[in-house]
């Protein structure tokens, strides 16, 4: 019997190359999870019309920017959007997101200055997420917060 899913998480720890790179950042225990149909992806930039791979892009202002300067905003927040559909529509409280990323990142995001510095900080999606009552933790914090989920899940 096919699962039904109890977390949302980003798709490129689920295994999907859908990073700005064009490749995926795997990790075990989501992949294992997605592999279950317990885990069900969102890429906010993916989703919300973005190629792979792409320019990256980092928050400035409150706006995502690519790295050869176009706005992004509208896209990553189409894709938030999304996430916040799916996780409404299969009555989700859990996104394990991928830290850092100017849409996923929970606690830190880069600067926005494209030199690898990291500043406290929400992505666009974790914070609509989180908003709306979806408690979002990252990749480090995400095997002891499996103890969330029903016995029946794991
Ligand atoms: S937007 Fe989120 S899911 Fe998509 S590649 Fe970036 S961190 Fe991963």
Known sequence: MKNTPCLLASACLCGAPCRYDGRAAPHPELVRLYEQGLAL????????GLPAPRPPCELRGGRAVSKDGRDVTERVLA???????????????????????????????????????V????????????????????????VSALDLLPGESR
């Open 41 to 48: 992806p969102v890429c906010p930039e993916v989703d919300g």
């Open 119 to 142: 500043i406290a900080g929400q992505g666009l999606a974790a914070a609509l997420l989180a908003a709306n009552g979806v408690t979002v933790i990252n990749e480090d914090e995400c």
């Open 79 to 117: 894709g938030a959007e999304q996430a916040l559909e799916l996780a409404r529509r299969y009555n989700l409280r859990l996104a394990v997101l991928k830290e850092k990323s100017p849409a996923c990142g929970g606690k830190r995001i880069y600067d926005g200055t494209f030199s690898g510095r």
